[in-house]
């Protein structure tokens, strides 16, 4: 049986692309497109929508490149989470957080073209957006979590901060 290095890469990074493929399925069975369920109305909906850009529709109509560079981080992180360094817990669940949410939202642009959001926070007025999002969002956390848990630690020790 063949073992996986970094299971605190891979057990994210499956599970969460299991949620965004799941919950995605679930959008486009289930409601129309530009159809809105309010959940508590006029705070938080579900609203279907394809977004052909990055985040915050940002290069609408790029999903060509898009797609692409979807691939290139996914292969990257997967490279990483393979041959690469010594990591933290921390750093393993970041990197593989974030290889969910970039394949989920890679997938999207390799099928249909365009990313499914459903998310819509309209009390801010956030843009809508997906699990893949939230994913990507919560790995960024916990990499800036393994950089700052050393120099809390080192801090709270007594310690005096390292220098170049």
């Not at 041959?83 to 593989?96: A, I, L, N």
Request: net charge positive; glycine share 10%.
């Amino acid at each position: 049986m063949m073992r996986f290095r970094y299971p605190a890469f891979w057990i994210p990074a499956l599970g969460g692309l299991i949620c965004d493929r799941l919950s995605k399925l679930w959008v486009v069975t289930e409601f129309q497109l530009y159809q809105s369920w309010p959940i508590w109305p006029q705070v938080f909906h579900f609203t279907y929508v394809r977004n052909s850009g990055a985040a915050f529709s940002l290069f609408s109509g790029g999903s060509g490149w898009l797609r692409w560079l979807s691939f290139l981080v996914c292969l990257g992180l997967a490279v990483w989470a393979w041959f690469g360094p010594r990591m933290t817990r921390s750093e393993q669940w970041g990197y593989g957080l974030i290889f969910a949410g970039a394949f989920g939202n890679g997938l999207d642009r390799f099928y249909d073209g365009a990313v499914i959001d459903f998310l819509d926070f309209r009390l801010i007025g956030f843009p809508v957006f997906n699990i893949a999002d939230v994913l990507i969002n919560l790995g960024v956390a916990c990499l800036l979590l393994s950089f700052v848990r050393p120099l809390w630690t080192r801090r709270r020790s007594g310690q005096p901060p390292q220098t170049l």
